[in-house]
C-alpha cells in the first residue's frame, strides 16, 4: 500500500549536520516535499524536489533523491537551535493529492 | 500576501455542541484542502475542493462532519454534534494546480 516513512525522532548537537530520512512508494511520484512544523504552527514549506533531479541545494539544506531506492533525504547544515521542529516529508502520486509521512521530530543538544 | 487564515485558533467546547471552523485561502488559489492531526494518526486529509467544488470527501470520518466553500475565498468545517474523539489540531491548505501546498496555523479543537 502507499506508505511514506521517516524515523519518528533524531536527535543532534548544535552545529552538526542533521540528516532526516524518507522512504516512499510511488515511484511516478513527480514532486517530493520537505515540510516544517513549528510548535503551534502550520506546515511550512521548506523545499521540493522534481523528481528528474536528484540533488538541490538552498542555502544549509541539500536534499538529495535517490528514485531507484524511493529514498530521500534532507540534510541541515550547521543545525541551530531554531532548527527544533516537526519535519514532514510527502510525495506527490501524478493523479492523488500528497502522501505524508508521520513526521520526524528534531531535537537539539547544546 | 498574508497567507492562508483560520479562525479560530483555539476552541473548547462540550459534548454535543455544534462547532465551525473557518478558513480564507490565499487569494487566487483554486485548490483547498481540509486536514486533521493528532498524535495518534497524524495528519489526516479530510476533503479537498477545486473551484470551490468538493473532489474528494473519503476522508471525512462520519456524517457529522461537513464542510463548504460558498465562494473561493472562505471555507468552513462543522463538526455537529462534535465528540471528545474529534479533539484534534485542524489544518486548512491552499494551493494553485501544480504548486506546493500552503497552510494556515491550524485551529486546536478541544471537545471535553
Known amino acids: 500500500g502507499e506508505d511514506v516513512e521517516q524515523s519518528l525522532f533524531l536527535s543532534v548537537r548544535e552545529g552538526d549536520s542533521s540528516v532526516i530520512n524518507c522512504t516512499y512508494t510511488?515511484?511516478?511520484?513527480?514532486?517530493l516535499y520537505w515540510y516544517k512544523q513549528e510548535p503551534g504552527a502550520g506546515l511550512q514549506l521548506l523545499t521540493y524536489?522534481?523528481?528528474n533531479m536528484d540533488m538541490k541545494q538552498d542555502q544549509r539544506l541539500t536534499v538529495l533523491l535517490n528514485k531507484k531506492d524511493k529514498h530521500l533525504s534532507l540534510r541541515i547544515a550547521d543545525t541551530q537551535t531554531g532548527d527544533s521542529a516537526i519535519y514532514f516529508c510527502?510525495?506527490?502520486?501524478?493523479?492523488?493529492?500528497?502522501?505524508w509521512g508521520a513526521g520526524t521530530k528534531l531535537i537539539i543538544k547544546p | 500576501d498574508a497567507g492562508v487564515i483560520q479562525s479560530p485558533r483555539h476552541e473548547v467546547t462540550e459534548m454535543g455542541q455544534e462547532v465551525t471552523l473557518r478558513c480564507k485561502p490565499i487569494?487566487?488559489?483554486?485548490?483547498l484542502f481540509w486536514y486533521r492531526q493528532t498524535m495518534m494518526r497524524g495528519l489526516e486529509l479530510l476533503i479537498y475542493?477545486?473551484?470551490?467544488?468538493?473532489?474528494?470527501d473519503s476522508g471525512m470520518p462520519e456524517d457529522r462532519f461537513s464542510a463548504k466553500m460558498p465562494n473561493a475565498s472562505f471555507s468552513t468545517l462543522k463538526i455537529q454534534p462534535s465528540e471528545p474523539r474529534d479533539s484534534a489540531v485542524y489544518f486548512c491548505?491552499?494551493?494553485?494546480?501544480?504548486?506546493?501546498?500552503?497552510f494556515g496555523n491550524g485551529t486546536r479543537l478541544t471537545v471535553t
Open positions: 475542493f477545486n473551484n470551490n467544488v468538493p473532489i474528494d
Open positions: 487569494s487566487g488559489h483554486n485548490s
Open positions: 510527502a510525495e506527490s502520486p501524478p493523479r492523488d493529492q500528497l502522501i
Open positions: 510511488d515511484s511516478s511520484s513527480t514532486y
Open positions: 491548505a491552499s494551493s494553485q494546480k501544480g504548486s506546493p501546498l500552503h
Open positions: 524536489i522534481f523528481s
